[in-house]
């Protein structure tokens, strides 16, 4: 079972020590940018490491744009010796439970960028409920929902 867990003082280092296979730098920030941003947005943002068996597997960061109004999922990343195991897809239904609660603001939209060469990443979001929107930022293709 994969459970989120706030980024804190105690485990933001484990964060750091997430790796990327080969090739996804490209299109996944690391989590010490996605930190960065996160203390900026800091009133409006959480970001958790995705936990399975008591080990950080992942990252990934919830944010809220007030001007839309929406929530954004950003940087999520498995690490790579745990890709393949499942845990990308789990990861998104927590997140996606997390954000109904809507502790940031009220919105049904959710959204986020996918690199359009980044097919496994585009199949898993499709099968949750994900359509492309027909924006595209650099080369990044952006997906929303609406949950209830």
């Known amino acids: 079972m994969v459970e989120l867990k706030p980024i804190t003082q105690e485990n933001f280092v484990e ?3 997430l790796k990327l296979a080969p090739g ?4 996944v920030s690391h989590p010490m940018r996605s930190l960065a941003q996160a203390y900026v947005y800091r009133e409006q943002c959480q970001p958790f490491g995705i936990y ?3 080990r950080m597997v992942g990252y990934v ?5 007030y001007e839309i109004p929406e ?12 890709q393949g195991r499942g845990y990308g897809s789990e990861a998104l239904d927590r997140i996606l439970e997390f954000i109904r609660t809507k502790p940031f603001g ?3 939209r959710v959204a986020l960028t996918c ?10 979001y499709a099968k949750k409920g994900f359509e ?3 924006a595209v930022y650099d080369d990044e293709i952006e997906l929303a929902m609406t949950i209830g």
């Open 52 to 54: 399975a068996d008591g």
């Open 61 to 65: 960061m919830v944010i809220y744009d």
């Open 132 to 134: 492309a929107t027909g």
């Open 24 to 27: 996804q730098e490209e299109w």
């Open 115 to 124: 690199h359009g060469d980044n097919q496994v990443a585009l199949r898993l």
């Open 106 to 108: 009220d919105s049904d």
């Open 71 to 82: 929530y954004d999922i950003w940087h999520m990343a498995i690490d790579k010796a745990e």
């Open 15 to 17: 964060a750091f020590n």
